[in-house]
């Protein structure tokens, strides 16, 4: 039988441009260096107007938490991404004080909302997709701050922080709750069942420093990641400088990895600590950097898991508890730093914010060890065992600059720089990468992290003010068939939608 040549070879095409992947459904050739602008919507309010995205593509709507104005979720047509379109609000003002996060799966909208005091137990109320209807009212732990579902569908999962009050004459149980999504009843985790490894996780480097705090209310959790088999969870407890490892199979927290702390006395962590010395000046110091991340997100290589933080760094500010002070204003052990004198000079360390919970190792009233907040960085951990894979060092921060001159804001240099707070992964085309929110830097960085131990720098994307929630949308869910970016600003309520070229 004679052959169609010219019909082999457009099938031949055709299947090399859905070939499967394992993650993502069908895959294009794109190009993950190559992400562009397509459109962008200011929402109504200004400040804190876009905080938290999700997508969901049985309707191609985008639903965006809006704090500005009381507290809804702002429903934006996404069916083209090259025009956003405002639909609705759903207002949740009956059911608390202020929605934190959302997140949708199978038609399924899940917010996490606090309570009107936010020390009382929260919820997570989840709608329709389509008829943006109640579906169920979950209560969880207080201070829900973040919201996800497993890859299956089956859970819903919600950090839910327990901050104290202002005087910490309240101060609840930080917790997970894991909500069944089949008839929408939370088993909620707290970490009262570690309390007798405190001593030996601090030597480790958990901190846990709240005013008169048990050990499960000293612990924040901040941002949930879930394995792609849906049968594990990380969890960063951004306060206490740690990732609690969950099993979902037996619904239980079931270790604690301290993330240790960050030399930049080496040349590879160096930093600029100093917002008056009129320069971006990256050098060496001997200051410890605690990782305190905020975003989390998991990706799988092989056989193995991997969780990747933004390192944002965070300070407990109450009235009972203020943590933070200048190195400037600190007594300096003069053995520890023979060169105290000049190093609290304003150009050089004496700017830079520090915790005065942790370095008076010999009780004596001075500093011997010194630690800023956050790691200016990403790291990439192995998901099973807690160890260090990859950090960025210095290179993002410097990366920043190379690409973007005008992005990296000095003023912010002695606390916290460019400030790495979201994270997500996606699979463009069969490249692994990660985008990476800078909040100081208005700007994301695309980094290729297909070999984990040796990312490399892509692109750096300029966002609206202070970039909050990134969400990544693979190829075989998005409304255009291409691979897309959404990023939503609280500093000004700028949503922006990229997409990659394709090869």
């Not at 010219?6 to 441009?17: E, G, R, S």
């Not at 089949?182 to 970490?191: E, G, I, K, M, R």
């Not at 206490?240 to 990895?257: E, G, Q, R």
Request: proline share 4%; net charge negative.
């Amino acid at each position: 039988m004679r052959k169609n040549w010219k019909y082999v070879a457009v099938m031949l095409t055709l299947m090399m441009a859905v070939a499967c992947d394992d993650n993502d459904g069908p895959t294009i050739n794109e190009d993950p260096g190559t992400f562009t602008e397509l459109d962008e919507i200011e929402l109504t309010g200004g400040e804190t107007a876009a905080e938290i995205s999700a997508y969901d593509p049985a309707t191609k709507q985008l639903f965006v938490v809006n704090n500005a104005n009381g507290s809804v979720i702002d429903v934006i047509d996404f069916s083209t991404p090259t025009a956003l379109v405002y639909v609705k609000s759903i207002d949740i003002a009956s059911y608390g004080a202020g929605v934190n996060s959302v997140a949708v799966k199978n038609g399924l909208l899940a917010a996490a909302i606090e309570a009107t005091m936010k020390t009382d137990n929260g919820k997570v109320v989840v709608f329709d997709t389509k008829t943006l209807t109640e579906k169920a009212s979950v209560t969880v732990g207080a201070l829900p701050d973040m919201v996800t579902f497993s890859p299956d569908g089956k859970y819903i999962l919600s950090a839910n922080e327990g901050e104290p009050n202002d005087d910490y004459s309240a101060d609840p149980v930080g917790s997970v709750s894991i909500i069944t999504v089949n008839n929408f009843v939370a088993t909620t985790l707290d970490f009262a069942g570690f309390a007798g490894q405190a001593d030996v996780l601090k030597t480790k480097g958990l901190r846990v420093f709240g005013k008169d705090a048990s050990f499960a209310q000293d612990m924040e959790p901040e941002y949930v990641a879930v394995s792609s088999d849906s049968k594990l969870a990380w969890v960063t407890l951004q306060e206490n400088n740690a990732v609690a490892y969950i099993s979902l199979d037996s619904k239980s927290i079931t270790n604690i990895f301290p993330l240790g702390f960050k030399n930049h006395a080496t040349a590879v962590n160096a930093l600029d600590p100093s917002d008056k010395d009129n320069s971006v000046t990256f050098a060496n110091y001997p200051v410890l950097g605690m990782y305190l991340p905020d975003a989390i997100a998991s990706f799988g290589q092989g056989n193995t898991n991997y969780i990747i933080t933004a390192n944002e760094g965070d300070v407990r500010e109450y009235t009972a508890l203020k943590e933070n002070v200048r190195i400037k204003d600190l007594t300096l052990d003069a053995n520890a730093f023979p060169d105290g004198a000049a190093l609290k000079a304003e150009a050089k360390l004496g700017r830079l914010y520090v915790t005065k919970t942790m370095g008076d190792t010999d009780g004596d009233g001075d500093y011997d060890k010194l630690y800023n907040f956050g790691a200016r960085s990403f790291t990439i951990w192995n998901g099973s065992t807690g160890e260090l894979v990859h950090d960025s060092g210095s290179k993002l921060e410097s990366d920043l600059i190379e690409k973007s001159a005008t992005a990296y804001d000095d003023a912010r240099s002695d606390d916290k720089g460019a400030e790495p707070e979201g994270v997500v992964v996606g699979k463009v085309g069969d490249r692994t990468i990660a985008f990476v929110g800078l909040e100081r830097a208005d700007a994301v960085v695309v980094y290729d992290i297909t070999t984990v131990t040796s990312p490399e720098l892509l692109q750096v994307l300029s966002t609206g003010d202070a970039p909050e929630g990134i969400i990544f949308i693979p190829a075989s869910e998005s409304p255009n068939g291409k691979s897309l970016l959404v990023v939503s600003s609280e500093g000004d309520g700028k949503v922006k939608v990229f997409q990659p070229n394709t090869l």
